[in-house]
Each structure stands twice: as structure tokens, then as C-alpha cells.
């Protein structure tokens, strides 16, 4: 619990944080924002060279990781750890409609977009129990919470993983461990990019038009909600969603 007066935002030092898809985009600007904070940091990410890269730049280590690989992911916490805060972050949007999906597709989509969340979580909550202490931060999205017209899948995922860090943080409480998820809207990322490549800056478009801010937001924006979430200022949040959104879904 925060004492009455202390002011600690913003400052990790002395703890152990682990990023799923960490190398790029959002995890990346994560990474360099707990940093910065004073955190140990521990990129987890399949592209081992762009780990590899940023790490270098931030004083962090870099795991070679595949989210889907449940025994990995087991291996690479028991390796580097025990974490204090565990950011999962790594997904993989499809911009299709459902029709022009494949069983594969769906298969691909829940186990980097859902499954890696239970298989982090559940690797890194034992020692988070033992020590009394831990920051669980779902990256997620606001097609959770609105649907996704062309992501029916990838908005199902995350509405999974809003619905399970509600249980966590249920199950959790009582080791003085939270559970909070970042509901992000449109991003400026690689993932974005890659997601409406076939629509174009038309897509790009209509996703800056859902906003009220009339913008795409930034990959550090999502960064300082995780660090906020983290921090001991946010020791009485839990079970949370936080939308960092730009006011999508609002109308206007």
C-alpha cells in the first residue's frame, strides 16, 4: 500500500519486468519507457534481432520467444526470472471479414492473441504469490469492447483477455497482486500497418475518424498507461480496463 504523501510515479527501481513482444511498436516504446524508470527489463520476442537491438540501446536482455510455445514461454520466466510486473504485449491482427477466414486463421489469431496471455500469467504467478507482489498488464484493444468490422476474431481474443485479467485480478488479490488491461485504439505501429495493408489509407481513414481526436495515437502513449499501471501509484487498480483510445466509440 501507497503511504499518505508519497509520490512514485513514474519510478521502477529495483523491479523485474518482463515484455511479451517487446521488439517493436507498443512493447518496444514500453520497454524503453521502464527503462528509463529504473526497471530490469526483459524483452521477450521472436525476432531476436530487433530484441537484440533494442535491448542494447535500453540496458534490457533480450529472450528469444515464441508466445504460441507454451513450454517455451514457461522456460524463458523460469530462466530470466521472477518478474515483478509481466506486460503482455505480443499480437497479430488479420483485417478480413469472418467469411474470408480459415479454421487456421482463428487458430493462429487466439494463440498469439489470447493463449500467450494464460501461458505468461501463468508462468510468472507462482513467484508473484511467494513474494507478495506483482503487476499483471494486458495489452488488449478497444475491438474488445466495440467489435471490429473485418476483426471479428482478434476482437473475440481480446475480449477474452479482458474477461480473464477480471479473474486474475479476482484470484489475485489477496497476494497483493493486480491485474489491469490497456484497451488501445488505433496505433501508429507496424502491426497497424501491416493489418490494413490491403485497405490502405482508406482504413487508416475511417480508424482516425472513430476517434474523437481525429488522430492515430502513438506507440508511447500506450507506454506511459503501462508505466502509470505499474507503478506504486497504481497499487488500488485492479480488474480495470483503461481505454487509451482517443475517445473511439464515443460518436461526435
Known amino acids: 500500500m501507497l503511504a499518505a504523501g508519497t509520490l512514485t510515479f513514474g519510478r521502477l527501481d529495483r523491479r523485474r519486468a518482463f515484455v511479451s513482444g517487446g521488439a517493436q511498436g507498443i512493447g518496444a516504446a514500453i520497454v524503453r519507457s521502464f527503462a528509463a524508470a529504473g526497471c530490469h527489463v526483459v524483452i521477450g520476442d521472436l525476432d531476436i ?3 537484440t537491438e533494442l535491448a542494447g540501446q535500453v540496458g534490457a536482455v533480450p529472450a528469444k520467444l515464441d508466445v504460441t ?3 517455451l514461454v514457461q522456460q524463458v520466466i ?3 526470472g521472477p518478474f515483478d510486473i509481466v ?3 505480443a499480437g497479430v491482427d488479420q483485417h478480413a471479414f469472418f467469411t474470408d477466414t480459415t479454421p487456421a486463421d482463428w487458430a493462429k489469431l487466439l494463440a498469439v492473441n489470447l493463449v500467450s496471455v494464460f501461458a505468461c500469467t501463468h508462468a510468472a504467478l507462482p513467484e508473484m504469490q511467494s513474494a507478495g507482489f506483482g503487476r499483471i498488464i494486458n495489452i488488449a484493444s478497444e475491438a474488445a469492447r ?9 476482437a473475440a481474443a481480446k475480449g477474452g483477455v479482458v474477461a480473464f485479467t477480471k479473474s486474475i485480478a479476482r484470484e489475485n488479490a ?9 484497451a488501445p485504439g488505433p496505433i501508429r505501429t507496424p502491426m497497424l500497418k501491416q493489418a490494413v495493408a490491403k485497405g490502405g489509407d482508406r482504413i487508416l481513414e475511417a480508424m482516425t475518424d472513430s476517434t474523437l481526436l481525429r488522430r492515430l495515437g502513438e506507440p508511447e502513449e500506450i ?4 508505466l502509470f499501471l505499474a507503478s506504486d501509484q497504481a497499487s488500488y487498480i485492479t480488474g480495470e480496463t483503461i481505454g487509451v483510445s482517443g475517445g473511439m466509440g464515443l460518436g461526435g
Open 49 to 51: 534481432a530487433a530484441a
Open 174 to 182: 489477496r497476494y497483493g497482486i493486480t491485474a489491469n488491461v490497456i
Open 69 to 71: 510455445d507454451t513450454g
Open 223 to 226: 507506454a506511459a498507461a503501462a
Open 78 to 80: 523460469s530462466q530470466h
Open 87 to 89: 506486460v503482455n504485449n
Open 146 to 154: 466495440l467489435g471490429s468490422r473485418g476483426g471479428a476474431v482478434y
